[in-house]
């Protein structure tokens, strides 16, 4: 089911009602045009109108829609994408189609997910597994991860398995901010350095993840060593690449159990995917 992104051009940042988008000029020149187009992603849920994202004006669609230029500066370096994109455009293509036509024509389209090495929180033969695909530097996913994240692993400590994998679309930072993040796990603080982002008190930049590590008592300088090194940004752009393969075009989007859900949707949306998961 190879298709064009049914967004339209690039990636954005959703909240739970993005169903229409704006341009954002602090967001101009960025998303370029990744090695294949993205398999068509069907909504799981369609979005119930929301109230504006605190300290956003009203009216606010909650849709930042992200030009395809700042995308591949952020995500594809120039000497990455030469080795890649034929090999790319071929697989992706085929491993979408075959997940489709093995799908039953009459349910919704469940989608096969890696969870790869990433981050993950729960039990590992948990009956759901959640993966999301996040930026940083994203309102709305800061929004699920203030409002939503913490009752979703209260409510389901044993039934569910969440990982978080990054998608950084909204600017050059967002990369930076995910190998971070990588590079707090290699001293076994990925998720307190995570909340730390998301809260934002220092907000994002160097002088940030570096206020972050103090904070939670990391080694400062083998964190700065290891983003100076960017061991940990193949990572982050295997997860973009991911993400591109099963269709996503913005964050945050959600697959429970390989059933997708876009934008930072409220409680009670995830509660009922996962009560009919677990019910299954």
Sequence with gaps: MAG????????ACYNAAAMTERTDPALETMNSDLPTEPTALPDRVSP????????????????IHIRRSHL???????????????GYLAWGRAAATAVVAAADPGAPQRFDVSVDDDPALGPSNAAVT??????FNCPYCRKFHLETFPDLMAAYPDQIRFVYRDFPITSAESTIAAQAANCAGRQGKYWEFHDALFTGTLGL??????????????????????????DELEEVQSDARAASQ???????????NGLPLVGAQPMAQFSQLIEAELAR
């Design 4 to 11: 064009k992104n049914p967004r339209g051009q690039g990636g």
């Design 72 to 86: 591949y500066v952020a995500l594809i370096p120039l000497a990455f994408v030469a080795g890649l994109a034929a």
């Design 246 to 256: 099963l269709g996503v075009s913005g964050t945050p989007t959600f697959f429970v």
């Design 205 to 230: 930049g160097r002088q940030a993840y570096e206020g972050y590590a103090g904070e939670l008592g990391l080694d400062v300088t083998a964190l700065a060593a290891c983003l100076d090194s960017g």
């Design 130 to 135: 959640i993966v999301e695909f996040s930026d």
């Design 48 to 63: 119930p109108p929301a109230a504006p994202h605190e300290g956003e004006p009203a009216g606010d669609p909650g849709f």
